[in-house]
């Protein structure tokens, strides 16, 4: 069976800081891993994904996240941070089953 | 494509009450998965359709919940004698089948039993 593990339940950061959010996994089998965002009021929406090939992933306004296969970690990072960016932070991942697993989610806060 | 809906968005019912929700996904897809979510946690996978087929459900979901896809579009959500455990986030998503496929979510509707 797989799990997510978010460590972090809430991120405060100043704007035009960088950010990284945390999510570890852990999965006998081969994974795909997503992370989503959920801006108030509104429902989840895929930032990036990782299937395969390279391990730097590149998402929508700026995010990137890397998958490492040894620490089974994928991070999600933004290197200058947004007011529009506070929001609520999934990952989650898929192994060979079409369940999906999700964390329990990263709060970020970016403070003016 | 208007995106995935959810009707109703809000619902507070009596515990004991039955209710049932619907999940309109995007038109081309194929797929269709419910989810519960509560404070502080993400969203629990209950179930999934292909088609009209329901192909897993949770082992945590209970026999007071049901759902179909009778035709393969809409879908739907019951909870039977509702109890004050079962106010969450009910999500629905839909997808197109893939091996990474990206799931489209709706906006919830919110349970609150009283």
Excluded at chain 2, 4 to 24: A, E, Y
């Amino acid at each position: 069976a797989q799990s997510v593990t978010q460590l972090d339940s809430q991120v405060p950061v100043f704007e035009e800081a960088p950010v990284e959010l945390r999510c570890n996994y852990s999965s006998s089998v081969s994974v795909y891993l997503f992370w989503y965002v959920q801006y108030p009021n509104q429902g989840l929406q895929l930032l990036l994904k990782y299937l395969s090939g390279s391990t730097l992933v590149k998402g929508i306004n700026g995010f990137e996240a890397e998958f490492n296969k040894s620490q089974t970690s994928f991070h999600l990072r933004k290197p200058s941070v947004h007011i529009s960016d506070t929001a609520e932070y999934f990952c989650a991942v898929k192994g060979t089953g079409n369940q999906f697993y999700f964390g329990t989610g990263t709060s970020l806060t970016v403070i003016p | 494509d208007t995106g995935v809906s959810q009707d109703p968005r809000h619902k507070i019912t009596k515990r004991g009450q039955n209710v049932t929700f619907r999940c309109d996904p995007i038109s081309e897809h194929n797929r269709l998965y419910w989810y519960r979510q509560t404070l502080g946690q993400g969203p629990e996978f209950l179930t999934y359709f292909q088609n009209e087929a329901q192909l897993e459900k949770s082992r945590l979901l209970s026999d007071r919940f049901s759902a179909e896809r009778p035709k393969g579009s809409f879908s739907t959500l019951e909870i039977q004698r509702t109890e004050q455990g079962d106010s969450a986030m009910y999500l629905c998503a839909s997808s197109q089948a893939s091996i990474g496929e990206t799931q489209y979510f709706g906006p919830g509707t919110r349970l609150l039993v009283l």
